[in-house]
C-alpha cells in the first residue's frame, strides 16, 4: 500500500507483516522493562536517601564517639 504524508516528498510503503509485528513489539516490552528498571532505581535511591536522613534526625542526641572506661582485672584464677 503507498502512502503519501504531508510535508514529505518521498513515497512511502505501507508493509503489514507478522514477524515484524513480533519484532516491534518484543523491542517495546525490551524498552518498557528498561525503562522500569530505572524508575525503580530511582525509587530505591530517593528512599535509601530519606532513610538515612531519618535515622539521623532520631539519633541526633546519641553522640558519635562514647567513651568507656576500662579496668584491668588482676585476680588470679
Given at each position: 500500500?503507498?502512502?503519501?504524508?504531508?510535508g514529505?516528498?518521498?513515497?512511502l510503503?505501507?508493509?503489514?507483516?507478522?514477524?515484524?509485528?513480533?519484532?516491534?513489539?518484543?523491542m517495546?516490552?525490551?524498552?518498557?522493562?528498561?525503562?522500569?528498571?530505572?524508575?525503580?532505581?530511582?525509587?530505591?535511591?530517593?528512599?535509601?536517601?530519606?532513610?538515612s536522613?531519618?535515622?539521623?534526625?532520631?539519633?541526633?542526641?546519641?553522640?558519635?564517639?562514647?567513651?568507656?572506661?576500662l579496668q584491668?582485672?588482676v585476680?588470679?584464677?
Open positions: 500500500m503507498l502512502v503519501e504524508k504531508e514529505i516528498s518521498d513515497t510503503l505501507y508493509i503489514r507483516s507478522e514477524r515484524k509485528a513480533v519484532k516491534e513489539m518484543s517495546n516490552q525490551h524498552f518498557t522493562s528498561h525503562f522500569e528498571q530505572g524508575l525503580a532505581q530511582v525509587q530505591q535511591g530517593i528512599q535509601k536517601k530519606a532513610e536522613k531519618l535515622s539521623k534526625r532520631r539519633c541526633s542526641g546519641i553522640p558519635d564517639i562514647v567513651l568507656v572506661p584491668e582485672d585476680a588470679v584464677i
